[in-house]
């Protein structure tokens, strides 16, 4: 199926600066954002010449860029659900820790450098929607204005140096330098965050806004781990695979309010699960309405599943479920949401995508889908037998086009999917 120049039109308006979904904020708060990123972007040029950058600083530099990819990268699948589960609170992140390692020993352009690097790979590989990209760039401004506060702290705390400031830290009034520039980082970060949050938010109670206090120990947590790291790069380099161990450590570890999120995913397919994907779509559909945006709803259903389970067995069923699982998801965007729906059913929410774009993705899904390939034990068989030519119904519904609101878009989706099965299956149905 081809797109008309006019669809065409209307999926590349994403790119348009003039259609970014920041400009539907009301006007005080895009006043706001705007002042917080000049004042960043004046801090990076006052800064950019106070300290050379020296074959050191570089080396440093490397190490814990290299540091910090690393960690981000294994860490991104645990990081997707909790910034799911942390909507309309502050998103508590343990990149503080290489932020902060870097703010004790590098020039400030080159922090600002590990700064954007953190959000990008955030933005890029977490949570890729335009739609968020402005509160990336913001929540970069905000954590490089944390640290030009902190940094005037240790410039005061080490006797008027410039940095690196780790090498000057000692004693007791060290110590308590990198205290006190360790919760002004934090308390100017979050203290901007929570504005905002509150603002954009303004029917949610303002005690949603400050978050967990498990989430603000982590943080702390990742300052305080930030500067150990920043120690052992300055007196044992080597050391710091086995300390870069410990950010994994705290995400796998001390983040419960995450991992009660990432409970809510269905056992077999490790996807959503019903009512967590419901709670998610109310949310998408609520920010939909706010931002003048559109979503889009599949329902997908595997055409002659209970065959599969007659002729092989359920763990077959199960294997063949996970396979159409993980085949959704290559197709999707990573700020879509896949859930099981119940049964053979999957449902998938995508913000920003209607008419032709939705049918587009639908067609896509059940071409990954006919191309899946499992092998299984049927009944009675020794020899595993391979699972291929799967097919699938798939029933469209979007906002707003559809229905305005979710249990109408829900239904009409459903109904779109059985309007497709009735039809002859194999083929995605609209709805009207």
Same mark, same amino acid.
């Given at each position: 199926?081809?797109?008309?120049?006019?669809?065409?039109?209307?999926?590349?308006?994403?790119?348009?600066?003039? %259609?970014?979904?920041?400009?539907?904020?009301?006007?005080?708060? /895009?006043?706001?954002?705007?002042?917080?990123?000049?004042?960043?972007?004046?801090?990076?040029?006052? &800064?950019?010449?106070?300290?050379?950058?020296? $074959?050191?600083?570089?080396?440093?530099?490397?190490?814990?860029?290299? !540091?910090?990819?690393?960690?981000?990268?294994?860490?991104?699948?645990?990081?997707?659900? %909790?910034?799911?589960?942390?909507?309309?609170?502050?998103?508590?992140?343990?990149?503080?820790?290489?932020?902060?390692?870097?703010?004790?020993?590098? $020039?400030?352009?080159?922090?600002?450098?590990?700064? =954007?690097?953190?959000?990008?790979?955030?933005?890029?590989?977490?949570?890729?929607?335009?739609?968020?990209?402005?509160?990336?760039?913001?929540?970069?401004?905000?954590? #490089?204005?944390? +640290?030009?506060?902190? !940094?005037?702290?240790?410039?005061?705390?080490?006797?008027?140096?410039?940095?690196?400031?780790?090498?000057?830290?000692?004693?007791?009034?060290?110590?308590?330098?990198?205290?006190?520039?360790?919760?002004?980082?934090?308390?100017?970060?979050?203290?901007?965050?929570?504005?905002?949050?509150?603002?954009?938010?303004?029917?949610?109670?303002?005690?949603?806004? #400050?978050?967990? #206090?498990?989430?603000?120990?982590?943080?702390?947590?990742?300052?305080?781990?930030? =500067? !150990?790291?920043?120690?052992?790069?300055?007196?044992? $380099?080597? /050391?710091?695979?086995?300390?870069?161990?410990?950010?994994?450590?705290?995400?796998?570890?001390?983040?419960?309010?995450?991992?009660?999120?990432?409970?809510?995913?269905?056992?077999?397919?490790?996807?959503?699960?019903?009512?967590?994907?419901?709670?998610?779509? %109310?949310?998408?559909?609520?920010?939909?309405?706010?931002?003048?945006?559109?979503?889009?709803?599949?329902?997908?259903?595997?055409?002659?599943?209970?065959?599969?389970?007659?002729?092989?067995?359920?763990?077959?069923?199960?294997?063949?479920?996970?396979?159409?699982?993980?085949?959704?998801?290559?197709?999707?965007?990573?700020?879509?949401?896949?859930? %099981?729906?119940?049964?053979?059913?999957?449902?998938?929410?995508?913000?920003?995508?209607?008419?032709?774009?939705?049918?587009?993705?639908?067609?896509?899904?059940? =071409?990954?889908?006919?191309?899946?390939?499992?092998?299984?034990?049927?009944?009675? +068989?020794?020899?595993?037998?391979?699972?291929?030519?799967? &097919?699938?119904?798939?029933?469209?519904?979007?906002?707003?086009?559809?229905? &305005?609101?979710?249990?109408?878009?829900?239904?009409?989706?459903?109904?779109?999917?059985?309007?497709?099965?009735? &039809?002859?299956?194999?083929?995605?149905?609209?709805?009207?």
């Amino acid at each position: 199926m081809r797109l008309s120049k006019a669809d065409a039109r209307r999926r590349n308006n994403g790119y348009d600066p003039r %259609r970014w979904s920041v400009w539907s904020l009301r006007r005080p708060v /895009l006043a706001y954002l705007l002042v917080v990123e000049v004042l960043a972007l004046v801090i990076v040029g006052v &800064t950019v010449t106070l300290v050379p950058v020296t $074959p050191r600083s570089l080396f440093w530099f490397g190490l814990l860029l290299f !540091g910090e990819i690393a960690h981000l990268e294994t860490a991104r699948g645990i990081e997707r659900i %909790r910034e799911l589960g942390a909507d309309g609170r502050p998103h508590m992140h343990l990149q503080s820790i290489w932020i902060f390692a870097a703010l004790l020993l590098l $020039p400030p352009p080159l922090v600002a450098v590990v700064i =954007a690097v953190s959000y990008t790979h955030s933005w890029v590989r977490v949570y890729r929607r335009r739609s968020v990209l402005h509160r990336k760039v913001f929540s970069a401004a905000t954590v #490089l204005l944390a +640290c030009a506060a902190a !940094g005037v702290v240790l410039h005061a705390g080490t006797g008027g140096h410039l940095g690196p400031y780790m090498q000057h830290l000692d004693g007791f009034g060290g110590m308590v330098t990198l205290v006190i520039a360790g919760g002004v980082y934090f308390l100017v970060n979050y203290a901007m965050v929570v504005a905002v949050i509150i603002a954009t938010n303004p029917a949610n109670p303002g005690r949603t806004a #400050l978050g967990n #206090l498990s989430d603000v120990l982590i943080v702390n947590a990742a300052v305080g781990v930030g =500067a !150990g790291i920043a120690l052992v790069v300055t007196v044992r $380099p080597w /050391l710091l695979p086995v300390l870069a161990a410990t950010p994994l450590a705290l995400h796998l570890g001390l983040l419960l309010p995450q991992f009660q999120t990432a409970a809510r995913t269905d056992s077999k397919t490790a996807l959503l699960d019903p009512s967590f994907w419901t709670e998610v779509a %109310r949310r998408e559909l609520v920010r939909a309405e706010r931002l003048g945006s559109t979503l889009g709803i599949l329902i997908i259903d595997i055409d002659h599943f209970k065959e599969i389970d007659d002729n092989y067995g359920h763990l077959a069923g199960d294997e063949v479920l996970r396979a159409v699982a993980a085949a959704i998801r290559d197709q999707v965007r990573g700020g879509d949401f896949v859930g %099981r729906y119940g049964g053979d059913e999957f449902a998938v929410l995508l913000p920003g995508t209607a008419g032709a774009d939705l049918i587009v993705v639908a067609d896509r899904i059940r =071409a990954q889908i006919s191309r899946v390939n499992v092998s299984v034990h049927a009944i009675n +068989c020794v020899a595993p037998r391979p699972i291929t030519g799967l &097919t699938a119904s798939i029933g469209a519904a979007s906002y707003p086009d559809t229905a &305005t609101e979710l249990t109408p878009l829900l239904l009409a989706a459903d109904q779109a999917l059985y309007d497709a099965k009735a &039809t002859g299956r194999n083929h995605t149905v609209a709805a009207t």
